[in-house]
């Protein structure tokens, strides 16, 4: 069951997930530009900033954000996606200060910039012209489908876990023309 609460959070999507299987209740994907005022939200309800991650793939970073209740059970996470090219997001440091450690390492292992941050230097890594290192070449990127269940990318009424249909072949252009 998805909280009346998260209709405040501007999403992209909203998956209900099975805490048994993924040890979450809701994954939500949110735009770069709402992740601030999704956080602020969060952090009214009672939930706390466990970690941050990225993830590299083919369509750029996936920007991940798990959080817990301080009193409930239910794990939610928030994902946003940017490009290569364009890898910034905001800070949410002065909502959750702990996320201050995390962007900083996210940004030292991945190169994710994080807008308004008080103090984005180097945390772990020598602070040089050294690329980061969790930054893939493009021939060994999959594809964020390929990574994460579509549920999670998109709304579905798929529930998790059901069975999912086939993934699509490659057509050329040959054989589209010819169908």
């Given amino acids: 069951m998805i909280p009346a609460w998260i209709s405040k959070i501007r999403t992209e999507a909203v998956t209900p997930l099975d805490p048994a299987k993924t040890g979450q209740v809701l994954s939500l994907l949110v735009a770069r530009d709402h992740i601030v005022d999704a956080c602020h939200v969060l952090?009214?309800?009672?939930?706390?900033?466990?970690d941050l991650s990225a993830c590299d793939v083919t369509e750029?970073?996936?920007?991940?954000?798990h959080f817990g209740h301080w009193v409930e059970p239910g794990r939610i996470t928030l994902r946003v996606a940017v490009a290569h090219d364009d890898a910034v997001i905001p800070t949410v440091s002065e909502v959750f200060t702990g996320a201050n450690w995390h962007e900083r390492e996210c940004h030292d292992f991945h190169g994710v910039v994080f807008s308004g941050h008080p103090n984005l230097n180097a945390l772990l890594?020598?602070?040089?012209?050294?690329?980061?290192p969790?930054?893939?070449t493009d021939k060994t990127r999959k594809s964020r489908?390929?990574?994460?269940?579509m549920e999670y990318l998109v709304?579905?009424?798929v529930a998790p876990g059901?069975?999912?249909?086939?993934?699509?072949?490659?057509?050329?252009?040959?054989?589209?023309?010819?169908?």
């Avoid at 750029?60 to 954000?65: L, P, R, T």
């Avoid at 489908?145 to 269940?149: G, L």
């Fill in 134 to 136: 969790l930054v893939k």
């Fill in 145 to 149: 489908t390929d990574v994460m269940p």
């Fill in 43 to 50: 952090w009214d309800q009672g939930y706390h900033l466990e």
């Fill in 155 to 157: 709304d579905s009424d």
């Fill in 162 to 179: 059901a069975e999912k249909a086939e993934k699509p072949t490659k057509t050329t252009a040959t054989e589209a023309a010819a169908g």
């Fill in 125 to 132: 890594l020598p602070d040089d012209d050294t690329p980061p």
């Fill in 60 to 65: 750029g970073f996936v920007v991940k954000y």
